[in-house]
């Protein structure tokens, strides 16, 4: 499942959410303060590759 991450724009405050897509608004409200006025960050992202016994 992806993880988004988000940053509030009332208190700043950075924080993760482990959604389907469908779902990831709906579920991205700040932790600390509880608004729901937030703004998905665009992060980088790792992939391992599969190793060769």
């Known amino acids: 499942m992806p993880i988004y991450e988000y ?3 009332e208190c700043r405050e ?3 959410v482990t ?3 469908a779902e990831r608004d709906k ?4 932790p600390k303060c ?3 006025k937030v ?3 665009i992060s980088s992202f790792t ?3 599969p ?3």
Do not use: P, Q, T
Not at 27 to 30: E, I, Q, S
């Open 39 to 41: 703004e998905l960050v």
């Open 14 to 16: 950075r924080f993760e």
């Open 27 to 30: 579920l991205a409200v700040c």
């Open 7 to 9: 940053r509030c724009r």
């Open 19 to 21: 959604a389907h897509l």
């Open 51 to 53: 190793r060769k016994y």
């Open 47 to 49: 992939c391992a590759a």
């Open 34 to 36: 509880h608004g729901k």
